[in-house]
């Protein structure tokens, strides 16, 4: 099984950018899609970007498209998440986990999920 840690989180100002990782440890990510969700206080996790690791194919929400990106260090085992022009609203705790099911949104398709991340946009 997979375990996932989550870092890179901070405070940063509106229009700002932050890169977040996902390291694995136990085996590789291969032959997992790779998810990056979030959830601020008070609300439900919402979906951010996957990455399906054998192909590298990327897919976002709507809300962060064009802003965010997710990649992979094959090498290192770790995903990544470039997060640009940051607003208020992308505050929350960023979580990666892991799917076998390629192109899902749903957090329920995702397992092993990490301590999760803090980011704080002000504005």
């Known amino acids: 099984q997979v375990h996932v840690v989550e870092s890179g989180g901070g405070l940063v100002q509106a229009g700002g950018s932050l890169r977040l990782s996902c390291a694995a440890s136990g085996r590789t990510f291969s032959g997992y899609t790779i998810g990056w969700f979030r959830q601020a206080p008070g609300k439900k996790r919402e979906f951010v970007g996957a990455i399906t690791w054998g192909s590298g194919l990327t897919y976002y929400a709507d809300v962060v498209k064009g802003r965010f990106t997710v990649s992979g260090d094959y090498a290192k085992n770790t995903l990544y998440l470039q997060m640009n022009s940051l607003r208020p609203e992308d505050t929350a705790t960023y979580f990666c986990?892991?799917?076998?099911?390629?192109?899902?949104?749903?957090?329920?398709?995702?397992?092993?999920w990490g301590q999760g991340t803090q980011v704080t946009v002000s504005s």
């Open positions: 986990a892991t799917s076998r099911s390629a192109y899902s949104r749903y957090d329920g398709d995702f397992g092993s």
